[in-house]
T-cell receptor
Framework: AQSVTQLGSHVSVSEGALVLLRCNYS??????LFWYVQYPNQGLQLLLKYTSAATLVKGINGFEAEFKKSETSFHLTKPSAHMSDAAEYFCVILTGRRALTFGSGTRLQVQP | GAGVSQTPSNKVTEKGKYVELRCDPISGHTALYWYRQSLGQGPEFLIY????????DSGLPNDRFFAVRPEGSVSTLKIQRTERGDSAVYLCASSFSGLAGGTGELFFGEGSRLTVL
């Protein structure tokens, strides 16, 4: 079965600091991986996706993620946090051909 | 509409009652998904429609849960004999052609928060 594990339910950083949200996956086949973000009082939206074309994936709002097969990881990073980045972030894997399986989420707090 | 619309945004009901939650997807999207998000957890897959038919209902927790999409657009999630454990945010998402090939993106509504007292 395919699954993702997010390490850390809460992450707090200072404005301007590096953001690192960790995700490890488990899959017996080459995975399709995504990061989704949920801003307060808004619906989930796609941040970026990995579909095997390139291991370093760039997304919206300056976020990027690197697929590392040797580490079974797909960590999300942003060089400099902004207050508007405060949200809940979900690492997601495509399960079979029909549905997405979400991690438990990491809530990012950005301190001024 | 411009995005996925879900109604009601909030629903409070009593244990044992029947509830319907509605989802109006983005116009032209043939694929529609229902997810359930409990407090402190990520969304869990319930059911997937391609057009009018349920292509995968393996995530429905039991036979109290049922969903329809009679004309291939609006979908209704129906919950019979509600239980306190059904309390959650029910999310609807749509996409143009589904997730086949892993290139599809899901567009989510803001969800319907169900509270069963």
């Amino acid at each position: 079965a395919q699954s993702v594990t997010q390490l850390g339910s809460h992450v707090s950083v200072s404005e301007g600091a590096l953001v690192l949200l960790r995700c490890n996956y488990s899959s017996s086949v080459p995975p399709y991986l995504f990061w989704y973000v949920q801003y307060p009082n808004q619906g989930l939206q796609l941040l970026l996706k990995y579909t095997s074309a390139a291991t370093l994936v760039k997304g919206i709002n300056g976020f990027e993620a690197e697929f590392k097969k040797s580490e079974t990881s797909f960590h999300l990073t942003k060089p400099s946090a902004h207050m508007s980045d405060a949200a809940e972030y979900f690492c997601v894997i495509l399960t079979g051909r029909r549905a997405l399986t979400f991690g438990s989420g990491t809530r990012l707090q950005v301190q001024p | 509409g411009a995005g996925v619309s879900q109604t009601p945004s909030n629903k409070v009901t009593e244990k044992g009652k029947y509830v319907e939650l509605r989802c109006d997807p983005i116009s032209g999207h043939t694929a529609l998904y229902w997810y359930r998000q409990s407090l402190g957890q990520g969304p869990e897959f319930l059911i997937y429609f391609q057009g009018t038919g349920a292509a995968d209902d393996s995530g429905l927790p039991n036979d109290r849960f049922f969903a329809v999409r009679p004309e291939g657009s609006v979908s209704t999630l129906k919950i019979q004999r509600t239980e306190r454990g059904d309390s959650a945010v029910y999310l609807c998402a749509s996409s143009f052609s589904g997730l086949a090939g892993g290139t599809g993106e899901l567009f989510f509504g803001e969800g319907s928060r169900l509270t069963v007292l």
